[in-house]
């Protein structure tokens, strides 16, 4: 037992698993008797829940351990955890270089944070705990949500693929599928609480079902969790183009809860590339996917990501890139310079583009991305849209008085409200849009239909990241 209560921090880099792999850090951290520390102090556990995506993630955690080093000296109780992509990558290093650190765990050892964190306390010693392999599915651990509206709710876990780029395979392990019926109660469970938005989520969210073979097994699950009574929003993130099928694309135009927006890497629009990516599918088959998916969801809005400057990219394989997003009129697209992963396939390729170039076709490739969304969204003038108004987006701006959400196609829209009205996070509401900025929507006019959500009154504004590839919480803008 503790004596005192002892506060703690969780610090969250990456993408979606690990911003929901961070609600169970924090729900752990509660059920072990931890408190969450105040704004500004400084806490008696800091977790850093890590990413290894790309290489400025890892000099940013060692970075940052640099900075906590005096103050922890300062606080000599203070206790430092390391978890996440780059424990499991580093796994000893990580003491090695940063000895000031308690404990390390890896992606898969989560439930043992606070028994770690109270051993390092008593044996004086840094403790590290990385399994190979997934033992519990991290959906029993207790949570903290962050957002009292919407929820993540995991469907599988890992990836087989082998895209010769990534580094996820080696840090998240094999994909592991949660049962369709644990997913579909958790659904419930989220919306009996109030939960009104669910996204589910997998590196590969097509693929699930391999181990019980089942190839409409996502397609099944989309249509089940839809259909879960006081759900209003369902989205998915991500799916790969290779295992796209057309019943996944029936099950979202088919099924009402389930919003009218894809998220899908494309990665590359050149043939030659997407082949030494590893990735099983070709440029025509993308827009293939596309052309069905518009004509059975004619609203829908596609967004990607998008690797600039793979290993023997030519200045022809990146004008196929430009003329797949001018073809595929992306709502818009995360955009990443190529990162050598050391250990990965790619990283001892031939032809390594040099830095000035990808820099250059980097920026060449935004300026077309963002004439595309501005193009897209411009269209949308005039037009009526649902937005469900969101925790920290919801709050009304001081200077122009409006409140903002998203759309059911997860467009960013700023919403002007009449005088007296004030919606809470979760409230959906329709409005005109009178405006269109590249990356944003602005409904100045025709605000109508209020509806409210059910105990949003007792929610806490909370702030929530913006929805966004599984590769990134940070907008490229940002
Ligand atoms: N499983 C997801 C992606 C996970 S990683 C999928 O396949 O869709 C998220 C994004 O990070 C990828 O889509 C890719 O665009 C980017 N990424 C991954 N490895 C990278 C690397 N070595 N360099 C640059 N970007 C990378
Ligand atoms: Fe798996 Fe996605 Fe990485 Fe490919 S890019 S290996 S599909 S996580
Ligand atoms: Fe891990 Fe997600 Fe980064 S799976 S490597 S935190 S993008």
Redesign the pocket.
């Known amino acids: 037992m503790m004596n005192e209560t002892k506060t703690y921090q969780v610090i969250t ?6 911003v929901h ?1 961070s609600e169970r850090i924090s729900g752990l951290l509660d059920a072990a008797g931890y408190v969450p520390v105040a704004e500004g102090a400084t806490a008696d556990v800091v977790v850093f ?6 290489e400025n ?1 890892d000099n940013r955690l060692y970075g940052n351990l640099g900075h906590l080093a005096p103050v922890k000296q300062l606080n000599p109780g203070m206790q430092i955890a390391v978890g ?3 424990a ?2 580093d796994r000893d290093i990580v003491v090695a270089k940063a000895p000031w650190v308690d404990v390390v765990f890896g ?1 898969h050892n989560i439930g043992h944070l606070p028994l770690l964190l109270e051993k390092a306390r008593v044996e004086h010693e840094a403790q590290v705990e990385i399994a190979d392999s997934l033992v519990t599915f991290p959906s029993t651990l207790p949570s903290r949500r962050e957002s009292a509206y919407a929820g993540w709710v995991t469907i599988s876990v890992g990836c087989n693929n082998t895209c010769t780029y990534c ?2 395979p080696s ?2 392990g094999k994909e592991t599928d949660r049962r369709p019926q644990d997913v579909v109660a958790e659904v419930r469970m989220l919306v009996d609480q109030g939960v009104q938005e669910i996204t589910l989520l997998g ?1 590969n969210v097509n693929t699930y079902g391999v181990e019980f073979s089942d190839r409409d097994a996502f397609a099944t699950l989309l249509r089940e969790c839809g259909a879960v009574d006081g759900l209003r929003r369902l989205r998915f993130t991500s799916p790969h183009p290779a295992y796209f099928t057309d019943s996944v694309i029936a099950a979202m135009a088919e099924t009402e809860t389930v919003m009218p927006s894809l998220h899908m890497p494309v990665q590359s629009g050149a043939d030659a590339v997407l082949k030494r990516m590893r990735r099983a599918y070709r440029r025509d088959r993308f827009l293939s996917i596309l052309d069905s998916v518009r004509a059975q969801i004619p609203d829908a809005a596609v967004t990607t990501d998008i690797i600039v400057g793979f290993p023997g990219e030519t200045e022809k394989d990146f004008q196929d890139t430009l003329d797949l997003v001018r073809q595929a009129r992306f709502a818009a697209a995360f955009t990443f310079l190529y990162s050598v992963r050391p250990g990965t396939e790619a990283a001892s390729m031939p032809d390594q583009v040099p830095h000035t170039v990808v820099q250059e076709r980097y920026q060449r490739l935004i300026e077309v991305i963002d004439e595309i969304a501005w193009e897209e969204n411009k269209a949308l003038v005039g037009r009526e849209v649902e937005v469900m108004f969101a925790t920290g987006e919801g709050r009304k701006d001081d200077r122009t008085d409006r409140v903002s959400g998203r759309a059911r196609d997860n467009r960013l829209v700023h919403v002007t409200v009449p005088d007296g009205v004030h919606p809470r996070p979760g409230d959906i509401a329709r409005a005109t849009v009178t405006y269109a900025a590249p990356h944003h929507l602005i409904a100045d006019t025709g605000f109508t239909g209020l509806i409210r959500t059910p105990g949003g009154d007792a929610w806490q504004a909370q702030t929530r990241p913006a929805p966004v590839s ?3 919480t940070i907008p490229r803008r940002a």
């Open positions: 880099y990456g993408c979606q698993m690990n792999d829940n890590t990413c290894a995506v790309r993630a996440g992509c780059m499991q990558k992606t580094i996820v840090v998240r590196q599984l590769g990134t």
